[in-house]
């Protein structure tokens, strides 16, 4: 891809028995300072579209209603892209588009005019983060979210944003499975955050398009476009139709908290209350999850572990590591009740732990 950003290209590996997949996620906030251009020449007429196609009519209708919601963001580093959350000039993105920046350049769908901006808060651990623009102009149009619990496999949608650098891009797809945990390494501007029930689509998602929006056919955003998967073994090509965005009901939750407070202090994320490293073998092969410290009166303290013990499952889910752990945990809720197999003096116990949050 000589002309245009560079993917950025953490590993994605989903484990359990409902899917196994081993590639290559390219985060699209990196575009090394510039944008690609496309022209053409000796165009002709189009011709009209036939009447009574309902199905072109509504994407056109969605992508009237929603495209100006959607904007180009850049930074020093690259761009990405953003959505209008209120006419007071929040835009909701990923954390990995601002990365360490603190001002940005924004560009509305419908303007060739540069708005600056500054940062509002980020919060790596979900991959989102709020900017405001500087002097919001009139006219500003908010996206409307969608519900996530309505997010159906075979839902029609369609996603927005500047890929490539291309502003104002829209590719079409269908929901492919709802309910995915995706974990993102750490590299360039990714955070590393390992993100649940998040929606995967086969709507095209490049370099560019992370922070966009992921549409229904209602107008409402049901996603922020977040990562598009490589295959390794075809030396890190595009797999086709593979595609991830962060669900409605987190990016509002988040985006809510940053806007008030500027930090999050209720992430909607369930968490052990522990502090551990991940636990090697005799073989020095990962075999677990050590405990180094318990918050007092938290949940794994209240359900009996201790500094020592070794943690190997969470649920049904085996833990071999931090990132084991982290995983299973963003598959779960706040409040759920979860039995943790753990090792303690070379024998095997378990505990009913009610998760709390992140």
């Given at each position: 891809m000589p002309a245009g950003p560079r993917p950025t290209g953490p590993r994605l590996l989903f484990s359990g028995a409902a899917l196994v997949l081993a590639a290559a996620l390219v985060t699209g906030c990196s575009s090394g300072g510039s944008s690609s251009s496309a022209s053409a020449s000796g165009s002709a007429t189009a011709p009209a579209s036939p009447s009574g196609n309902q199905l072109q009519d509504d994407y056109q209708k969605v992508i009237a209603n929603v495209l100006p919601s959607v904007v180009q963001i850049t930074t020093a580093s690259g761009l990405g892209s953003g959505i209008v959350?209120?006419?007071k000039g929040n835009i909701v993105t990923n954390a990995h588009v601002v990365g360490s920046a603190k001002t940005f350049?924004?560009?509305?769908a419908n303007s060739n005019k540069a708005l600056e901006a500054t940062l509002v808060g980020s919060y790596p651990e979900s991959?989102?983060?709020?900017?405001r623009l500087d002097s919001p102009p009139s006219g500003l149009k908010p996206a409307v979210f969608g519900d996530s619990g309505k997010v159906e496999v075979g839902q029609i949608t369609l996603a927005m944003g500047s890929p490539l650098g291309l502003s104002s891009s829209v590719t079409q797809g269908i929901v492919s499975a709802t309910g995915r945990t995706v974990s993102e390494p750490k590299g360039g501007d990714s955070p590393g955050a390992t993100i649940g029930n998040m929606v995967q689509t086969s709507a095209a998602i490049n370099p560019g398009n992370s922070g966009g929006a992921l549409v229904n056919l209602g107008s409402q955003v049901i996603g922020i476009n977040t990562l598009a998967a490589t295959d390794p073994d075809m030396n890190g090509s595009a797999a086709p139709g593979i595609g991830f965005a962060i669900p409605a009901a987190t990016i509002t939750n988040i985006a809510d908290q940053l806007i008030k407070d500027g930090k999050v202090a209720n992430?909607?994320?369930?968490?052990?209350g522990v502090t551990a490293r991940t636990y090697f073998d005799a073989d020095f092969r990962p075999a677990g999850v050590a405990v180094v410290a318990v918050t007092a009166g938290g949940p794994a303290a209240s359900a009996g572990l201790q500094p020592g013990d070794v943690i190997t499952k969470v649920g049904d889910t085996t833990v071999t590591s931090m990132n084991g752990l982290t995983t299973a945990l963003a598959a779960l809720q706040p409040g759920a009740k979860v039995t943790v197999t753990y090792q303690r003096d070379g024998a095997t116990k378990t505990a009913e732990v009610t998760l709390g949050s992140l």
């Open positions: 959350y209120d006419t350049t924004v560009t509305l991959d989102l983060a709020v900017i992430s909607g994320r369930a968490a052990l």
